[in-house]
């Protein structure tokens, strides 16, 4: 094993392959070698073997080129997905990066130049016009999908530097423009992908509520549908850390932060990923993990901050949240009941704080349009929880509510403390389980949720 290990640490693209392989073997296990310490590794050994320039063009060497292009960007790929989730530093800079983005063919369309005869290697080997016209049982996207989530990446990036620099620099009269800018340049993504979004040109991206609708938007170019669900899902992923880090780090002065943006891009991450596992069998990964439990504490983290908007719609979204947790608690085991178990008994909590006004004046009567969530216990025992009917908007006079809700500031907004305080004093009648939500809390901190507190988090 040591053998092995030193010899990895020799730079070459047969070894960059093989600490790949590892990584995402790591990425669906529970234990085993740190992803981010792997993905530092390759990025550094594709430094050096310069992966990351732009090569002279070479007609006899046209195959390799391509493919390490895709392996340099898969690594890129793999890296900015952990480095977002961490909120650790990018390993390499963009800006460092010029070899251009892997060309969108596919392996069937791919003809070695080296089979060519000598006249027509330069103009048909690498034509866009000269592809294989024969017959194919259907189109291959997955270099396209591919290219699709880097430019993403690339976005994510970008957005992540220049929300940094706005948190560090004085308030100017174009801080609301850098900000809308962001959101136009995800919005241009999409676009690009799925033609017009049907977001009303007057309306303020931030602010932007549209979901996805049932039947999945049909691609410009035809892909699957699975693939076109995660390119959706990975756009509210984006829309959603972006939001996060403007609540924790930039903070809005001049206009309201949009609780309700928030919670549907939140929303959206766990729908899809119930809607991608409908499709067919879904082996999460950490990142899946990781990302569908940020979004359901998103979504209680809106509903506390404010109850208006906890609806059927949002209770919708806590239950795939809840349904997608199980899953993944089903594939991995002890792993992941810890996040699944603190899912279900603050989801719990919440659905009784934002449903006590209505509760208290007729808690003897089985009230209809309530909801079904059942907090788990501490033992992780396994069961169906999940959220049923049809359930009206809240409403509270409460002056911590209401104060909340019309502005929110770093040290001022304590979700613990307001369950707390819920649970000490609500009605004898009203039936709720012992919960520590200190303990809880201090679970969230340790997996880098401590902005759920109202504490400064690492946004991106």
């Known amino acids: 094993m040591a053998k092995t290990q030193d010899q990895l640490n020799v730079p070459s693209v047969q070894n960059i392959q093989v600490i790949l392989l590892v990584a995402v073997y790591a990425l669906r296990s529970p234990s085993g070698s740190s992803i981010w310490h792997l993905c530092g590794l390759m990025i550094r050994q594709c430094v050096e073997l310069g992966l990351h320039r732009q090569l002279r063009?070479?007609?006899?060497?046209?195959?390799?080129?391509?493919?390490?292009?895709?392996?340099?960007?898969?690594?890129?790929?793999?890296?900015?997905?952990?480095?977002?989730?961490?909120?650790?530093?990018?390993?390499?800079?963009?800006?460092?990066?010029d070899t251009p983005l892997p060309r969108e063919i596919e392996?069937?369309?791919?003809?070695?130049?080296?089979?060519?005869?000598?006249?027509?290697?330069?103009?048909?080997?690498?034509?866009?016009?000269?592809r294989p016209r024969g017959p194919r049982t259907g189109p291959r996207t997955d270099i396209i999908f591919h290219v699709h989530n880097i430019r993403l990446d690339q976005i994510n990036a970008k957005s992540r530097l220049a929300l940094s620099r706005l948190a560090k620099a004085e308030r100017g009269t174009k801080f609301e423009q850098k900000i809308a800018k962001r959101f136009q340049e995800l919005e241009d993504w999409k676009t690009a992908i799925f033609g017009h979004s049907g977001v009303d040109e007057t309306t303020d991206l931030m602010f932007s509520t549209v979901r996805t609708p049932v039947q999945t938007p049909v691609s410009r170019l035809a892909m699957p549908e699975a693939q076109r669900l995660t390119l959706l899902l990975n756009y509210h992923r984006a829309r959603r850390l972006l939001l996060q880090t403007i609540l924790t780090e930039v903070q809005l002065f001049n206009q309201p932060?949009?609780?309700?943006?928030?919670?549907?891009?939140?929303?959206?991450?766990?729908?899809?990923?119930?809607?991608?596992?409908r499709i067919r069998s879904v082996p999460?990964?950490?990142?899946?993990?990781?990302?569908?439990?940020?979004?359901?504490?998103?979504?209680?983290?809106?509903?506390?901050?404010?109850?208006?908007?906890?609806?059927?719609?949002?209770a919708a979204?806590?239950?795939?949240?809840?349904?997608?947790?199980?899953?993944?608690?089903?594939?991995?085991?002890?792993?992941?009941?810890?996040?699944?178990?603190?899912?279900?008994?603050?989801?719990?909590?919440?659905?009784?704080?934002?449903?006590?006004?209505?509760?208290?004046?007729?808690?003897s009567q089985q009230q209809?349009?309530?909801?079904?969530?059942?907090?788990?216990?501490?033992?992780?025992s396994s069961g169906d929880a999940g959220l049923s009917g049809v359930m009206p908007p809240p409403t509270s006079s409460d002056a911590m509510e209401q104060s909340s809700s019309d502005s929110w500031t770093k040290d001022g907004f304590d979700v613990w403390q307001m369950m707390t305080e819920f649970v000490q004093t609500q009605d004898s009648d009203f039936e709720c389980d012992p919960v520590n939500f200190r303990e809880i809390e201090t679970f969230l901190t340790e997996e880098g949720l401590g902005w759920f507190n109202g504490g400064t988090g690492t946004g991106f």
């Open 257 to 277: 932060f949009p609780f309700a943006s928030f919670a549907k891009s939140s929303g959206e991450v766990c729908q899809l990923n119930r809607r991608l596992h």
């Open 57 to 97: 063009k070479d007609i006899s060497t046209a195959s390799s080129d391509e493919f390490k292009r895709r392996l340099f960007y898969s690594i890129y790929h793999l890296e900015r997905r952990i480095v977002l989730v961490l909120g650790r530093p990018l390993t390499i800079a963009d800006d460092e990066i």
């Open 107 to 130: 392996d069937d369309h791919f003809q070695d130049p080296s089979e060519l005869p000598e006249s027509g290697r330069e103009t048909t080997a690498w034509n866009e016009n000269s």
């Open 317 to 363: 979204d806590l239950g795939a949240c809840s349904t997608v947790l199980y899953l993944i608690a089903e594939q991995w085991g002890e792993g992941a009941k810890k996040y699944r178990d603190a899912f279900e008994l603050v989801a719990g909590k919440t659905a009784e704080y934002v449903l006590r006004p209505k509760r208290s004046h007729t808690s």
């Open 284 to 314: 999460f990964t950490l990142l899946d993990l990781h990302s569908v439990f940020v979004a359901g504490f998103t979504l209680v983290f809106c509903a506390w901050s404010d109850p208006s908007l906890y609806d059927a719609e949002m």
């Open 368 to 380: 209809t349009g309530s909801v079904g969530i059942h907090a788990t216990s501490h033992s992780g």
